[in-house]
């Protein structure tokens, strides 16, 4: 009983102090009204016959180049909402970045949406973690309220994977791992194949 009160302790302890560096950068982060929640990593691979069409969105890269998700038409894409300000975001950037490079020749393309953000915080992000895919700017949170029949916007990071007919063919809602998302990935490139 006292082993779990010390545990509890703790955590509160850490929370405070994770809290309290959060405090000291403005990064244009979400308010207490947006009510932003951590998913819990679980995945879902919808069957084929289930799988609804991916809303139609476009917009502007962090660099202010133009790019919509048509632009990725026959590609598996892989769309990832991130933050500057979201830890469980930056713990899984290098697994984004390592499937990303691992599936990049079986015409698998990976889009990052930033929400909710400081430009300036979210290109630092970019450049820090090596981000080698474009990421859409929404500092309004559009794009997520897109998908929100899928995907909670609240909930970040979350990743979709969309299908070569741009369909959504699996959700992550929180961060994901290596094994989850090569495992999704490489089965959705693989069952479409012979549609490219």
Known sequence: MRAAALRGLAAVAVLAALAGCAEEIDTGAATEDDRYISGDGSSTLFP???????????????????????????????????????????????????????HADQGVSFLGVNIKDNRTAAQAFERNQDVSYPSLYDQSGEIPQAFRDTVPPQAIPSTLVIDRQGRIAA?????????ELTELVSTVAAEDADVQ
Do not use: H
């Open 171 to 179: 959700r992550v809602i929180g961060a994901t791992n290596y094994k």
């Open 48 to 102: 084929s016959e289930d799988r609804e069409q991916a809303p139609a969105v476009e917009g502007e890269t962090l660099d202010g180049d133009p790019v919509s998700l048509a632009d990725y038409s026959g590609d598996v894409v892989v769309m990832n909402f991130w933050a500057s300000w979201c830890a469980p975001c930056r713990a899984e950037t290098p697994v984004l970045n390592e499937v990303n490079a691992e």
